[in-house]
């Protein structure tokens, strides 16, 4: 790669990753990734470090036809946590199924292949993967938001969904077309995150 095509591609990357932002699932409409380019962003997670290459997380496709019954688990996982849910906030629960063309569950394995790789560096290999698709998927032109809530560790939906015991669902994943786009929310600057050890500041 010549130097200049090395600048243009930093350039784009850069662009790439500061140009992503959440766009909640109700502003996420049709059209949605088609197969082939469903393909490449599962692609892009499968590129995420792992130690150990254990693939300790794996994305749940909802798909169109089982979207209601996905509503009626988040419609439980209300009632189990509150059992005097109103009929409207029943509606809203359950109308979290129903939002983006493109939705999927990332579920991550606490135990699978090693018992030497942590939780923690297990939801760390998912933040990747999901990120290297929010990423591809805003560079294919799409809007992307991770959402999560006390539903997806309810007994219910855990049920619901068939999840073994060392299962835990992370957050939802959605992906669409944007119909409205917000400001971006501001980005913590780089000395809120970084300190060099020894320094006293
Ligand atoms: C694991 C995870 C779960 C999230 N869940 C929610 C959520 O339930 N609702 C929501 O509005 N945003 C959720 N977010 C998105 C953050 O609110 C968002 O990334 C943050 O406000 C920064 O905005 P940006 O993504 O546009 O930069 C979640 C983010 C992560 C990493």
Redesign the pocket.
């Known amino acids: 790669m010549s130097d200049n095509d090395k600048r243009t591609a930093i350039r784009l990357a850069s662009h790439l990753m500061a140009s ?3 766009v ?1 699932p109700k502003r996420l409409v049709a059209p949605g990734p088609d197969a082939a380019e469903l393909a490449q962003l599962f692609q892009a997670a499968a590129a995420a470090p792992d130690h150990d290459l254990i693939n300790p997380w794996r994305f749940l496709i909802i798909p169109e036809h089982k979207r209601a019954d996905l509503g009626d688990l988040f419609a439980a996982a209300l009632l189990e946590r509150d059992p005097s849910a109103s009929t409207e906030q029943l509606e809203q629960a359950r109308d979290k199924a129903l939002r983006a063309p493109l939705l999927m569950l990332l579920i991550v394995d606490g135990v699978k292949g090693s018992i030497e790789i942590d939780l923690n560096e297990r939801v760390l290999s998912a ?1 990747c993967a999901v990120q290297n698709l929010m990423l591809l998927a805003n560079a294919m032109g799409y809007g992307s ?5 006390k539903a997806l560790k309810a007994t219910c939906f855990r049920a619901g969904l068939g999840l073994g015991a060392s299962e835990h669902v ?2 939802c994943l959605s992906v669409g077309s944007v119909s409205l786009r917000k400001p ?2 501001p ?1 913590p600057e780089v000395k809120q995150f970084t300190r060099i050890w020894g320094d006293s500041a």
């Open positions: 992503r932002q959440t909640l933040g938001a991770l959402t999560s809530g992370i957050c971006f929310k980005r």
